[in-house]
């Protein structure tokens, strides 16, 4: 077989069967969506802890800062961040990475068994390639005006910030990871871990710069940005709900990093370090930032921050943890589509795959109204779907399957897989999911972002969490499992972990 | 990548899974006791920001 070598005999393997696992180098298993074994698992707690402070210490986070900022002020912007992020990180620390990092299986071939093997490619393109495509021009778009910042400044000139130079920059962005994700996931760490001491220093820098020009007393009597609120209340729920929502958008990600993770723990606590704790600080010190300067737009803030020579230093290294967010995500939306794409993309080159995703982002960084300028209701419209998509796969995977997948099934075609349902779409899986998304419609209206009387008490995605789990629940016991669908009976044999039996 | 390779590298995987040393070819769950000490310090910790922001 070509690319693998057979390394010994049944006695001889310590898996005891028929033993083919390549060397290293010959065979990368981390760049299909075969599952991987623990061998091949690549990462320690502090590997995956870089490269999850890598993911979260980018302009988003700063971005998140400034739309906390909009709402309230000081106290409750760091209030409303930790138990925002707090449970939705929670969230997807558990649904979408633990299947994933103990059968070693790429998260969108996971949910296979939870809403079938077309259900799962119908998210998988949605969720995946659209909302990858999005946040890469998303932090594109920030590059550019980044740089844009950083030339002005540099030479002297007065390029718009928001125009076709800004643009053309962001394009230079979505280029430079395609060239480096093409490469796979080994330089997407390497990269990232190079980057991630930079931007804790210039996190720790803004810190230090506004609390030596502010004391606390001042800062915690800056307004917000949207001005003093009639309803202080409902503003900070607003708050909580963007960050719930912002916490929610980490799903699409998540599951195939903890993939790569050697240990359950490797897998779940590096997303406290680095998409609660190194967000939820990056944020803070985005709403420092915004508030003391009562500017929304982080590319602004360094060089009033920190002076002409430290700011423009900043904003590079900022600019750089733009491109450390766009390979992170993009290496998991790639290997989603490789697993879950299809034959065609199944047989692709990985550069190719990285066009797929990265493609559509070269075109939107030339249209940042649609995404950037409107980024609060950009994280909403995301977390419509994700709330419900974590609560549906929640319940599947720790309630009703009591942890335990059939990697075999999951890989059977349509037909022969216990987990086919109706023609390889669970009805009943959609339907929770569509149950959870209207009921965040109601609460908070998608499009003009108006809350209903109800929000100020419930806010949007945990009440969208909680219906979808349970109409998954009642649904799957109701009409599921009764028809014999889903193999929702199968349980490990005696003496295997992953072999099912009814 | 060549089909036929992954598909038998695939079958290969499955068995090492399926055999009976399957726990050594996959990563174990989470310990409970992660998951309840991440839940009470989420807990603890909303209801002591609640009491400090408002």
């Known amino acids: 077989m070509a690319g693998t070598e057979r390394l010994g005999t049944d006695d001889e393997t310590r898996g005891g069967g028929p033993s083919v696992l390549p060397r290293q180098g010959q065979f990368d298993a981390t760049v299909t969506d075969l599952p991987l074994m623990r061998v091949e698992r690549i990462w320690n707690f502090w590997q995956h802890s870089a490269v999850n402070v890598g993911l979260a210490i980018a302009t988003w986070a700063f971005l998140q800062g400034a739309a906390v900022a909009y709402y309230v002020g000081v106290k409750q912007a760091i209030a409303a961040m930790i138990i925002g992020y707090g449970i939705s990180v929670l969230l997807v620390a558990l649904a979408p990475c ?10 969108f071939v996971g949910i296979r068994s939870t809403f079938g093997e077309r259900g799962a490619r119908i998210f998988m393109i949605l969720v995946s390639t659209l909302l990858a495509a999005a946040w890469s021009a998303v932090l594109a778009i920030m590059f550019g005006h980044g740089l844009v910042t950083v030339i002005n400044n540099v030479f002297g000139v007065a390029m718009p910030e928001t125009g076709v130079a800004a643009s053309l920059l962001g394009l230079i962005a979505i280029v430079v990871s395609w060239a480096i994700l093409a490469r796979g996931p080994v330089s997407v760490e390497a990269v990232c871990r190079a980057i991630a001491p930079l ?13 030596s020009r502010n004391s606390w007393s001042e800062l915690t009597a800056l307004v917000p940005l949207g001005g003093e609120s009639d309803d202080p209340h409902l503003n900070f729920m607003l708050a909580v709900e963007l960050n719930l929502a912002g916490g929610f958008a980490w799903w699409p990600n998540l599951g195939n990093l903890a993939r790569l993770a050697k240990t359950p723990r490797a897998a779940f606590w590096p997303n406290w370090i680095g998409v609660f704790a190194a967000s939820v600080a990056a944020a803070a010190v985005g709403v420092l930032a915004a508030l003391s300067l009562q500017v929304e737009e982080p590319t602004q803030w360094m060089i ?7 700011g423009v230093i900043a904003l590079i290294v900022v600019c750089l943890a733009n491109i450390t967010a766009i390979l992170s995500q993009g290496y998991a939306s790639m290997v989603a589509l490789k697993g879950g794409g299809g034959a065609l993309l199944r047989r ?26 409107n980024y609060g209701r950009f994280v909403s419209w995301g977390a419509i779907v994700l709330a419900p998509l974590c609560a549906v796969q929640f319940v599947d995977y720790f309630i009703l399957r009591h942890r335990h997948i059939s990697v075999r099934a999951l890989y059977q075609p349509i037909g022969e897989s216990p987990y086919t349902y109706w023609r390889g779409i669970n009805l009943a899986a959609f339907a ?41 629940y009642l649904l799957t016991r109701l009409v599921v499992e009764p028809r014999g669908l889903g193999g929702y009976g199968l349980r490990p044999v005696a003496g295997s972990s992953s072999r099912m039996q009814s | 990548m060549d089909a036929q390779i992954l598909q ?47």
């Not at chain 2, 726990?23 to 989420?42: F, K, Q, S, Y």
């Open chain 1, 98 to 107: 633990m299947p994933s990092v103990k059968h070693g299986i790429e998260q």
């Open chain 1, 199 to 211: 931007l804790i220093l210039i996190v720790v820098g803004i810190i230090v710069i506004v609390f």
């Open chain 1, 304 to 310: 009033p921050l920190a002076g002409v020579v430290l």
């Open chain 1, 348 to 373: 692709a080159a990985w550069p190719l795959l990285g066009l797929v995703i990265l493609g559509p982002a070269a075109v939107l960084v030339f249209f940042p109204e649609a995404v950037y300028e």
């Open chain 1, 432 to 472: 929770a999911v569509a149950a959870g998304a209207g009921t965040y419609a109601l609460l908070l209206n998608p499009l003009s972002y108006e809350p209903a009387p109800l929000f100020r008490y419930t806010t949007a995605s945990l009440p969208a969490f909680a219906v979808a789990a349970a109409a998954h």
């Open chain 2, 8 to 54: 038998d590298q695939l079958e290969q995987r499955i068995k090492f899974l399926e055999s009976s040393n399957s726990a050594e070819h996959l990563v174990g769950d989470l310990p409970a006791r992660d998951i309840v000490a991440c839940v009470l310090a989420l807990t603890l910790m909303t209801a002591v920001l609640l009491w400090w922001a408002y």
